[in-house]
């Protein structure tokens, strides 16, 4: 190989690290800066496509564009009310000053410790400047009653602020603090909160106590109703009983006249069968009156002895 050849060669190779070296593509995800021995020159590359530098010179700082994510500690943080919870938080950022971000804070690493550090004092000053329940509710609301029992049991209190507020104000002083580091705090919200252990145990104590109560008070109810059913239905059979005694004796009263409507119109015809109807009589009554350890006294005019005679 001639010494020329050897030289393109050399030549063509260092041409192309060069050309690597002074060109880079920007996508759409990212932005960045060029750097002159350590300090930036030029303003921010924020377009996407082919963008040059110096070569061996210059040196390019990529950050991302997109939404980024905090995600807060749980913390013990108290009330304004004196109580005691956990709270966890999130929020999303983003770096809108790509060259004042590099100059404040270098990286992103750097950039979620600062946020930690804004982030979780601006909660702590927002929930203990709160009550508790201005922490968990949003709106003032009037509850939802399924039973008339629980009218006088779910009486909520109005809140003055709400937790949609306080995120608020949260987003608000964490930007005020975040406004010369080149980022800005897109979204904060309250993830979960929790009381700590003793005072969960105590609101679980309440919880069950009160439910108590409402079991204690439905059994009570529950009882009073079923002796008013029992009561009902001991008063409906005697009632029962007493239309069905009286309908059978009406019934029975209204054969016996009608039996005796019958004998009377079948013994009525002459004088011998009224005397046989009388005789019958008298007959009937002897065998439902005697038997056979029965003593009867009767007096001489009456009709059973007169047939008692004729029988002797």
């Known amino acids: ?18 050309a690597g070296q002074s060109v880079f593509i920007l996508d759409e995800t990212q932005q960045a800066i060029v750097t002159q021995f350590g300090k930036p020159v030029g303003e921010p590359r924020t377009s996407p496509g082919v963008n040059f530098v110096i070569p061996f010179i210059q040196k390019v700082q990529f950050f991302d564009k997109r939404y980024l994510e905090w995600d807060g500690d749980k913390n013990q943080v108290p009330t304004k009310d004196k109580k005691f919870i956990f709270v966890d938080t999130y929020a999303r950022w983003q770096i809108t000053d790509p060259l004042q971000f590099f100059i404040r804070l270098r990286d992103e690493r ?16 927002a929930i203990a400047s709160n009550d508790l329940l201005d922490i968990v509710r949003s709106t003032n609301r009037d509850p939802e009653v399924t039973e008339d029992f629980m009218e006088e049991l779910e009486v909520l209190e109005d809140i003055k602020v709400g937790r949609e507020a306080i995120e608020e104000i949260v987003l608000q002083k964490a930007n005020e603090r975040t406004s010369d580091l080149g980022v800005r705090i897109l979204d904060f919200r309250f993830k979960r909160m929790n009381y700590v252990d003793e005072v969960r145990d105590r609101v679980y104590d309440r919880m069950i106590s009160e439910r108590n109560r409402i079991a204690d008070q439905f059994r009570s109810e529950g009882q009073g109703e079923a002796r008013k059913i029992q009561g009902d239905k001991e008063r409906d059979l005697a009632q029962i009983q007493s239309e069905a005694t009286r309908e059978a004796e009406e019934i029975r009263g209204r054969a016996d006249a009608e039996a005796t409507e019958i004998y009377a119109s079948a013994y009525n015809k002459n004088r011998q069968s009224i005397d046989l109807y009388k005789f019958l009589r008298s007959l009937e009554a002897l065998e439902k009156s005697l038997d056979e350890k029965t003593n009867l006294v009767i007096s001489s005019d009456s009709e059973l002895f007169q047939y008692l005679k004729k029988m002797q």
Do not use: F
């Open 1 to 18: 190989m001639k010494k020329s050849n050897v030289v393109y060669i050399i030549l063509v190779v260092v041409g192309l690290i060069v």
């Open 110 to 125: 750097s950039a979620q410790s600062r946020l930690d550090d804004i982030l979780d004092g601006e909660t702590r000053n």
